[in-house]
């Protein structure tokens, strides 16, 4: 059950129910970052918060979330597509003297200008479809509160979200309340007394899970040791894996852009030339042997335009 997506809704159909645990596929996200330990714990946060999000889109495409932070760390950008491949990446401003008490606001919002966006990136895009954009400050010493806060006021859905996230695996669960069915769009916030008692009372036993819990259980033993006097509509399992789609190919498409003359002075140089994927931290290594291939008749001659995409 590791690297599972599960879902539920209330037996009324009001609240749903997400949980989530991450442990091969973060660790092979991780493999190449060297990240330092709070910044692992807030990135898992967020690849955890990506996931859930992703489980609902109701398009092939994918969720983009990105923290701009203007403390010792600029970047966090987590991405994750509606058939769940995630792919996380942090970056730093210079070294970073890490302390158990950094929190989301003293690593990314030094100065209250951080910024919380959250992207939906439609694979119909290229052929008209709109990129969905909404930028909320960095509200909440959390990315569970950001995200809540983010929720609440640009999408107008209760939501709360439980996650946790360290080097080995991360966790999350989400509580989200449907849209009333008698209330169908002018009134989407109205709910009945009946709907509101099953929220609270999800809250309140969601609200009694601990940290350990939340990067230990399963997806269903977490939701079992939750709500196990409660009767709930199960949904299967969905398998989530580390997907970066930075590939070898790719990486001799932007090398040949640069030229043979450049390639050669590296080559001449270093021996050899060297990349990272500038999202996932993969080395890719061209030997002189390789570079020679990059320029032989016939290979790579087109780059598609935008292919190279948050690369
Ligand atoms: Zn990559």
């Not at 060297?34 to 999000?53: D, K």
Request: proline share 3%; glycine share 8%; hydrophobic share 40%.
């Amino acid at each position: 059950m590791n690297d599972t997506l599960k879902k539920y809704l209330t037996i009324d159909h009001s609240t749903r129910i997400q949980s989530l645990r991450l442990s091969d596929a973060w660790k092979t996200g991780l493999a190449h970052q060297n990240l330092p330990a709070s910044v692992v714990r807030l990135l898992g946060e967020l690849s955890a918060a990506c996931v859930l999000l992703a489980g609902n889109l109701k398009f092939d495409g994918s969720v983009i979330l990105q923290v701009q932070g203007t403390g010792p760390v600029s970047l966090m950008m987590v991405e994750c597509t509606s058939a769940l491949g995630l792919r996380a990446t942090a970056h730093l401003r210079g070294e970073l003297a890490t302390s158990s008490d950094d929190t989301l606001q003293t690593l990314m919002n030094a100065d209250g200008k951080g910024r919380f966006t959250v992207m939906l990136d439609p694979e119909a895009r290229a052929r008209g479809a709109n990129l969905y954009q909404g930028i909320v400050p960095l509200e909440g010493d959390t990315v569970a509160h950001a995200l809540e806060y983010y929720m609440k006021h640009s999408e107008q859905l209760d939501t709360r979200l439980w996650l946790a996230a360290d080097e080995h695996s991360c966790g999350g669960l989400l509580l989200q309340r449907m849209p009333s069915a008698q209330n169908s769009s002018a009134q989407a916030s109205t709910h009945s007394e009946a709907e509101d008692d099953t929220w609270n009372h999800c809250i309140t036993l969601a609200d009694t899970i601990s940290r350990d819990e939340l990067l230990e259980l399963d997806p269903e033993a977490l939701t079992h040791r939750l709500f196990w006097q409660d009767d709930l509509v199960s949904f299967p399992g969905q398998a989530v894996s580390w997907h970066c789609s930075c590939t070898r190919e790719r990486v001799a498409r932007m090398l040949h852009t640069l030229g043979q003359q450049e390639i050669d002075s590296i080559l001449a140089e270093q021996g050899h030339v060297h990349i990272d994927c500038h999202f996932c931290g993969k080395p890719y290594d061209f030997d002189a042997v390789d570079c020679a291939g990059l320029f032989a008749d016939g290979v790579h001659q087109v780059h598609a335009p935008g292919s190279d995409r948050l690369q």
